[in-house]
Structures are given as structure tokens and as C-alpha cells.
T-cell receptor, first 110, second 114 residues
């Protein structure tokens, strides 16, 4: 069964303090690994799709990387507006569904 | 380009009633998926439709059903509501391009069952 585990569950940083969020996964055959940002009361906002080990993608202060067993979301010099829950999900080949982790709740203090 | 839209945004129903939620995908997207999000279980897949056909179904009871219309709009129905059905119901539309696969979510419908 496909499974995604995210750590830590919650992370509190000072503005400008860089860190990384972890997403460990097991999947029968990885079609794609997805990162989303979700603000309270809203739907998840698409950030990245990664497809193969070694791939990296960047967007503003965020960089996502992928290995065969895990993905990291690196956040550089974060700002308070980066506070949100970050969700990781995997999609297996032949499946339409995304399997989500429980998310990491990130808080950036000014 | 307009994003995924869902109506209604909020709904309060009584146990035993039924409810229908609506989703309009991004223009040009033919695949629509539904998810249930709760604090305890997180995001869980309900079903996916493509060209009016259900291709995938998650592990939910038969009280949860859906359909897709020829214009790709989709509805999901929950019959005989239970307290545990209180959740944020999210619709997502997907597109496969030469660059890969992306799935975009709508704002959700917050269903409260009393």
C-alpha cells in the first residue's frame, strides 16, 4: 500500500531562519511526488511535481528535491507569509489518486 | 484562467439527510477528483472521473457517489448523512501535458452534519 509520512508535524521558525521539511514515501511505482501549500479554511495550492530521483524544482524561497525514498522541501530565509501547512503526496503509475501525508504545519514568527 | 470552483462553500445538514456538492474544473481539464479532508484522517481520495466515467474509487461506503457531465463539471452526493461525514470536501482537476502532471484543488465545501 502506498504511504506518505511527513516530519516534523509542526515547525516554528524565526523570520529568516532556513529549514527543511521531510516527506518519506513508499509507492509501488512513482509517477509523481507533489507538494502543496494549504492555508486555514482553503484548498491546497499546487507548488511542485517531481518525477525522478535527483530532480529539483524552485519557486521563490522554496526548493523541492527528490530521492528514491524521500523528498525535502527547503525553505530559505522564510517570511511570515510562508506560514501554512505543507502537504506532500504521491501518485503511482496507473492510479489517478494522490496519497497524502498528514502535513507539516509551519509557523514563521516575525 | 479561472481556477476550480466549488459550490456551495458552506453547508449545514442534519443526520439522515442527503447532500449534493458541485465542482467546475479548470477549462480544458477533463479529469476531476474528489477528496475528503478531516483533522484526524487528513486528505483521503473519494473518486475520480474522466470523460463522464468513474476510473477510480477510494475506500468509502456506497453512500458516497458522484458523476461527471459532458462539460466536465462534476457532482458528488452523500446520502443518509452521518455525524462523521462532517469534513472539507475538495475537488481537484487534472491535466496531463508534455511537461508532466498537475492537479489543482478548489476552495472546498465545508459540510457540517448536526
Amino acid at each position: 500500500e502506498d504511504q506518505v509520512t511527513q516530519s516534523p508535524e509542526a515547525l516554528r521558525l524565526q523570520e529568516g531562519e532556513s529549514s527543511s521539511l521531510n516527506c518519506s514515501y513508499t509507492v509501488s511505482g512513482l509517477r509523481g511526488l507533489f507538494w502543496y501549500r494549504q492555508d486555514p479554511g482553503k484548498g491546497p495550492e499546487f507548488l511542485f511535481t517531481l518525477y525522478s530521483a535527483g530532480e529539483e524544482k524552485e519557486k521563490e524561497r522554496l526548493k523541492a528535491t527528490l530521492t528514491k525514498k524521500e523528498s525535502f522541501l527547503h525553505i530559505t530565509a522564510p517570511k511570515p507569509e510562508d506560514s501554512a501547512t505543507y502537504l506532500c503526496a504521491v501518485q503511482a503509475w496507473g492510479a489517478q489518486k494522490l496519497v497524502f501525508g498528514q502535513g507539516t504545519r509551519l509557523t514563521i514568527n516575525p | 484562467k479561472a481556477g476550480v470552483t466549488q459550490t456551495p462553500r458552506y453547508l449545514i445538514k442534519t443526520r439522515g439527510q442527503q447532500v449534493t456538492l458541485s465542482c467546475s474544473p479548470i477549462s480544458g481539464h477533463r479529469s476531476v477528483s474528489w477528496y475528503q479532508q478531516t483533522p484526524g484522517q487528513g486528505l483521503q481520495f473519494l473518486f475520480e472521473y474522466f470523460s463522464e466515467t468513474q476510473r477510480n474509487k477510494g475506500n468509502f461506503p456506497g453512500r458516497f457517489s458522484g458523476r461527471q457531465f459532458s462539460n466536465s463539471r462534476s457532482e458528488m452526493n452523500v446520502s443518509t448523512l452521518e455525524l462523521g461525514d462532517s469534513a472539507l470536501y475538495l475537488c481537484a482537476s487534472s491535466l496531463v501535458t508534455s511537461g508532466g502532471y498537475e492537479q489543482y484543488f478548489g476552495p472546498g465545501t465545508r459540510l457540517t452534519v448536526t
